[in-house]
């Protein structure tokens, strides 16, 4: 189903939701909505109507944010861990893959002629690692404040958003792509993600749990937001 408004074309969703859901996606702003399967069309558009304003700024912002030109895994390339910036190296030699930091430089030991592919999916997976290791640290410190335990944490690719949660289940999904970015943001993503065990909305109750433990979290997401992104490109 799909809902023209003004010069906007909506997706919209019914599911066995308890909650209306909006979401802007990139990279073009796409819109979506998920409704309760009992939902009329009607209240569907007057919710859409109410988030217009919203729905502009998002789309306006995610159209206007810097993005960073595709890499090509070469040398002296510019890659990102924990937001500072790395001059990449590649080391060509027979044995396994690895990666490494050494002052300014990022090394990446390849076997020759490992593609431009290959090299991609082992950084990968070394950021990927990044994550995994600070994630349990950060766990202990905010599962007790919030007063909820995930059941479990991923990290993996996800093309439109920085995280996500599942409340029912207990499991929390994080973006990969945040072991490039300052440490202050992946702590407020998780923190968000946890809230949601809560609030599975963003509603007052949310708001009110994210301002009494994280006072900052506002200037921690308008960071991450403002930072150059990737190709295939996220907010929050």
Known sequence: MFLELADLHIQVTRKAVRHVTLS?????????????????????????I????????????????ERETPREYLNDESHYVWGRRYLLRIIEREAAPNVSLQGRHLLLAVRPGTDTAKREAILYDWYRARMRQAIP????QWQP???????????QRMKTKWGSCHPVRGNIRLNSELARKPPQCMEYVLLHELVHLRE????????????QLMPSWRDRRDELNR??????????
């Open 24 to 48: 802007v996606n990139p990279p073009e702003g796409n819109v979506r909505i998920t409704a309760p399967a009992w939902m009329e069309a009607e209240s569907i558009r007057l919710f859409a």
């Open 50 to 65: 109410n988030k217009l304003g919203w729905i502009r700024r998002e789309q306006n912002r995610m159209r206007a944010q």
């Open 137 to 140: 640290g950060l766990l202990a």
């Open 145 to 155: 404040r919030v007063g909820r335990t995930a059941r479990r944490v991923f990290v």
């Open 200 to 211: 599975a909305t963003h509603g007052e109750a949310f708001l009110r749990w994210m301002d």
């Open 227 to 236: 930072l150059p992104v990737r190709s295939e490109h996220w907010r929050y």
